[in-house]
């Protein structure tokens, strides 16, 4: 079974950075999306950026353009660990940030494609 725990939020100035971690166990056993998605109150839901990993090696990253340049996915095999670094944050990146896993192939940035989902971390970023 597949289980999620997200880490590392917390509450920064503008400007500052953040890294969460995603600490995962009992992967797919196929080539699977990774991704991180966020969802402030009152909003749906949303992909900040994902990774396509292949079993038999290689990967693909995506991010959604508002995040592009500014946050960064990282994915450490040895501990099963999905990382994504956050830099410049402003206050509209204010969320609670979920990781998931999703074994469509076109699972992509699009949260309803993703079968596996953490319990959130939150992160607030003050003007």
């Known amino acids: 079974q597949v289980q999620l725990v997200e880490s590392g939020g917390g509450s920064v100035e503008a400007g500052g950075s953040l890294r969460l971690s995603c600490a995962a166990s009992?992967?797919?056993?196929?080539?699977?999306?990774m991704g991180w998605f966020r969802q402030a109150p009152g909003k749906e839901r949303e992909g900040v950026g994902s990774?396509?990993?292949?079993?038999?090696?290689?990967?693909?990253?995506n991010y959604r353009d508002s995040v592009k340049g500014r946050f960064t996915i990282s994915q450490d095999n040895t501990n099963n660990t999905l990382y994504l670094q956050m830099d410049s944050l402003k206050p509209e990146d204010t969320a609670m940030y979920y990781c998931?896993?999703?074994?469509?192939?076109?699972?992509?940035?699009?949260?309803?494609?993703?079968?596996?989902w953490g319990q959130g971390t939150q992160v607030t970023v003050s003007s």
């Open positions: 009992g992967f797919p056993g196929r080539n699977y999306w």
């Open positions: 998931a896993i999703g074994v469509d192939e076109v699972a992509y940035l699009n949260p309803s494609r993703y079968n596996y």
């Open positions: 990774i396509y990993v292949r079993i038999g090696g290689g990967s693909y990253i």
